[in-house]
């Protein structure tokens, strides 16, 4: 079972930068790693997510042009850049591993970790 631990959440201003970390830990089989969120009173949503050999990378549209994910395979590592920061994304930021070559990391979610807070002030 993949341990994963989040880092880099804060607060920062609207138009600022921030950089999530997600270290992996223990037993590491999955497939892909990526990172879902949960704005204030709604559902968790996937933001983006990454193919651990490949390195291959979807975005959701929101993500497309502001949010940059990148692995450090030597490091067991994921990386999700946030630049432009939008009061929008306010969330708690959630790091997940799982997925295989056939289905999609939110289909078969091996393991979470605790979530990291960032805050978007306008």
């Known amino acids: 079972q993949v341990r994963l631990a989040e880092s880099g959440g ?4 609207a138009g600022g930068s921030l950089r999530l970390s997600c270290a992996a830990s223990g037993r590491f089989t999955s497939y892909a790693m990526g990172w879902f969120r949960q704005p204030p009173e ?4 996937l933001v983006a997510d990454i193919s651990w050999f490949g390195g291959n990378t979807r975005y959701v549209e929101f993500a497309k042009d502001r949010f940059t994910i ?3 395979n030597a490091k067991n590592t994921v990386y999700l850049q946030m630049n432009n920061l939008k009061p929008e ?6 790091c ?5 070559s056939t289905v999609p990391l939110e289909d078969a979610l091996d393991a979470w970790g605790q979530g990291t807070l960032v805050t978007v002030s306008s």
């Open 70 to 72: 990148s692995r450090d």
């Open 96 to 100: 997940a591993a799982g997925g295989s």
């Open 42 to 45: 709604k559902e968790r949503e």
């Open 10 to 13: 804060g607060l920062v201003e």
């Open 89 to 94: 994304d306010t969330a708690e930021y959630y």
